[in-house]
């Protein structure tokens, strides 16, 4: 197997996520004519094919954890609320994030904007991966085309959404002209990773909305490899931040994704930050567990009439074993539906054009887990009667998932939905720092700020942060302060806060016992808790962020 050389960006190909060595793997390789392979770390690789050996894309044929997700993205008063400026103004804490890296991947960076330079112009960015281009950006190259009178001539990557932007700014921008905004970690270093849009394959098999902004699993980890690279390059702590999440999968921090953050908590020095989601109040979980005497439980599904189709995720713990069976609006049932290794049934209705594909899995990259993968394509509209049937019953649980608000329509939920349990991958991980949003000027919740636990009952989120109405740059020639709402926001300011102890750690000469573990803990001693609350709870994790009470916590 040798590294891939050809261009594998494009549309001609699919992409695969394996772990080295798989016999999976080494199956689907000897498969293909041509498969090319991308090194994420000594645990995962990406095997890229041309399209038209892999398609169809189903279950039968390809393992549910090897097909890339689909990631969306998570949409300067909350600087002293957090008490970043309180810290800022201690000459003993030096807390700037002079000396870290903060790193994201996200939709690029607006590099011209003067929030990102040093004061003599040049830029504090040392590194941009342009998914898009194909190509990376060194500082260098950067300080060039801002010399220049067209930048975009030298270094042609832009942010046109200005997610990548704003995040950056909250947590590494300079102070801005008016001096009415600073980021959380001023003097920081940045690298952005400029995901490439989803590909049309994956978009098709998991019926996203045709609008939605999708990012792929397998270029976010590679991106995580390019951010490790360049720290290591440059010699410096690098504090990631992770603003993207979907709702897929068991909930319980395994996704490729996540195995892949969890294992940076090997390194020293590396911290990550990621966003809990937003999708409290879009009704897109279930749970409630089912009566051992009841010959099935029967859930109710509303599907929007602008619905062109969906996935449909139920998990819960093997050895218990459930199946399904469906009842459409125009009351055409579906008997229960039998388990048949390594296939998919496919289900068409007399009526109507529905057709619901259903796959059964076993431990499908996820340990003690079963999963039932259902596909509606071209669902009927109205309400749908999902019946799930126990045939092997010890405590009745399991969790359904419909795709994140931002994949599906707004009129696609259940009737009966449970707002807990609804942070999006990878924010279950155990390793990263994972960040629930509150509105600091009212001190209080954010509406849709997504809630914990994981489904295998871990603490998350790890605390809250600000995220309602939070100012920062925007993008254009003008440089617009503009106001964003969301968990990346929120996520946004302990990356930076996250940066300044890592930064602080150099000071001292303590960089060598600081890692994000640490980290976490002095977050978590330093977080503000109301005393009408028990902490943690699903909400705000252990409490706000507090940057100067946990700068205090670090201190001998």
């Not at 261009?7 to 689907?28: C, K, P, V, W």
């Not at 902004?213 to 931040?241: C, W």
């Amino acid at each position: 197997m040798t590294p891939c050389t050809a261009n594998t960006s494009g549309e001609d190909y699919a992409d695969f996520i394996y772990r080295h060595n798989g016999l999976s793997m080494q199956e689907l390789y000897e498969e293909l004519e041509n498969p090319c392979l991308d090194f994420v770390n000594s645990n995962y690789v990406i095997i890229h094919a041309p399209l038209d050996q892999v398609l169809p894309l189903s279950l039968e044929r390809y393992p549910y954890s090897s097909i890339p997700k689909l990631y969306a993205l998570l949409d300067t008063t909350s600087m002293e609320a957090s008490g970043i400026l309180a810290v800022s103004r201690q000459p003993k804490f030096q807390a700037d994030g002079n000396g870290a890296l903060i790193g994201l991947i996200d939709t690029g960076i607006d590099y011209q904007n003067p929030v990102f330079r040093k004061p003599d112009g040049s830029s504090r960015i040392l590194g941009i991966l342009d998914q898009t281009l194909g190509e990376s950006f060194t500082q260098a190259q950067l300080d060039e085309a801002l010399q220049s009178p067209d930048p975009l001539s030298i270094v042609p990557s832009t942010d046109t959404i200005g997610h990548g932007t704003f995040l950056a700014g909250i947590a590494a921008g300079g102070s801005s002209d008016a001096k009415d905004f600073i980021g959380a970690a001023p003097l920081a270093g940045i690298a952005m990773v400029k995901l490439k849009p989803a590909k049309q394959y994956l978009r098709d098999f998991f019926l996203i909305r045709p609008d939605a902004i999708a990012y792929q699993e397998n270029d976010i980890m590679l991106g995580i490899t390019y951010l490790v690279f360049l720290a290591a390059k440059y010699r410096m702590p690098l504090s990631i931040l992770i603003s993207l999440g979907h709702n897929q999968g068991s909930h319980n921090g395994l996704s490729p994704l996540s195995q892949v953050l969890n294992r940076l908590g090997f390194f020293r020095g590396v911290s990550v930050s990621c966003a809990a989601g937003n999708e409290v109040g879009f009704r897109k979980h279930y749970f409630q567990p089912m009566a051992r005497e009841v010959k099935f439980a029967e859930t109710e599904l509303r599907v929007g009439s602008a619905e062109r189709g969906f996935t449909l995720e139920l998990w819960a713990r093997i050895p218990e074993r459930y199946l399904v069976g469906f009842v459409s609006p125009t009351g055409e049932v579906i008997p229960k539906i039998p388990f048949i290794q390594g296939h998919e049934t496919r289900v068409i209705f007399s009526g109507e054009s529905t057709v619901i594909t259903v796959s059964y899995q076993f431990s499908p990259g996820e340990n003690d887990s079963q999963l039932i993968f259902m596909r509606f394509e071209d669902p009927t509209p109205g309400i749908w009667r999902i019946r799930i049937y126990n045939t092997l019953f010890l405590n009745g649980k399991y969790h359904m998932w419909l795709p994140n608000h931002e994949f599906t329509s707004e009129d696609t939920f259940f009737l009966e939905s449970n707002p807990d349990t609804t942070i999006t991958d990878p924010g279950n991980a155990v390793f990263p720092i994972t960040v629930s949003t509150y509105n600091h000027l009212a001190s209080s919740l954010y509406i849709h700020s997504s809630r914990g636990y994981t489904a295998n009952r871990q603490i998350k989120p790890d605390l809250a942060a600000p995220g309602v109405a939070v100012y920062g740059p925007g993008i254009g020639a003008s440089n617009p302060m503009i106001r964003m709402t969301g968990s990346s926001v929120a996520a946004a300011h302990v990356a930076g806060v996250a940066a300044n102890m890592l930064a602080y750690s150099i000071l001292t000469g303590n960089a060598a016992s600081l890692n994000n573990q640490s980290i976490k803990s002095n977050l978590i001693q330093g977080a503000k808790r109301n005393p009408n609350f028990t902490y943690p709870n699903r909400e705000w994790g252990y409490g706000t962020l507090d940057s100067y009470q946990s700068f205090l916590a670090m201190m001998p």
